[in-house]
């Protein structure tokens, strides 16, 4: 991108009110930009991953489910019984 250079000398008050203008909605994009960046980091999309599973486990003030907790060990150990249930059948 061609970068230009504007002569800052002016006392036009509509002129440098646009630089003005110009130069903060730059600082402003920069900053948009590099909020974005961290956001996109493995690391941030872990982290959010991770309240989200979280959050299906814990209720709003911070206790466990159990009954979801159960569910899912429930759930967990049918399939593990299915798979060793499996091999001893194919042996």
Request: charged letters at 25%; aromatic letters at 2%; a neutral charge.
């Amino acid at each position: 991108m061609p970068t230009e250079t504007v002569d800052t000398t002016t006392n036009d008050p509509v002129l440098l009110a646009l630089i003005a203008e110009i130069t903060a909605a730059r600082i402003e994009l920069l900053a948009s930009i590099d909020e974005l960046k961290g956001e996109l980091t493995p690391a941030a999309f872990a982290k959010r991953g991770l309240g989200v599973v979280a959050g299906a486990f814990v209720d709003e003030n911070g206790g466990v489910r159990p009954k979801r907790i159960a569910a899912v060990a429930g759930t967990l150990a049918s399939v593990v019984a299915l798979k060793v249930l499996g091999r001893i059948r194919r042996d």
